[in-house]
């Protein structure tokens, strides 16, 4: 199980959106859940928390201001550190060099 360290979050109780580094060679992005999970929306300020050196690859969408980013499912572990709500989900994405844009 990873170690977590939150990088930004959209809301003061620590919930959705949330965007965590680890202790690996992924990050953890939380969101809004596709209806199979694969997937979480996100606010496009969400790509600006990473960290100078890091990248998220992420969808625009037709809803102003939202990306998808698309990524592997999170263990259980995991998923019980993040304050998840009803159609909230997390995927875990590799960290990549980059400066926090969006690509296609």
Known sequence: M???RLLGC???DGGCPALYDT???QL???GIATIDG???YVPRVLLSWAEPGMQLSAEDTETHGTVLIA???VDE???GKLL???GEGAVAVAKRPGTGTVSA
């Open 77 to 79: 572990e995991t998923l």
């Open 71 to 73: 990524g592997d499912p």
């Open 23 to 25: 202790d690996g060679d």
């Open 2 to 4: 990873p170690m977590l």
């Open 38 to 40: 694969s997937a979480v």
């Open 84 to 86: 998840l709500d009803v």
């Open 10 to 12: 959209g809301s003061e």
């Open 28 to 30: 953890i992005v939380q």
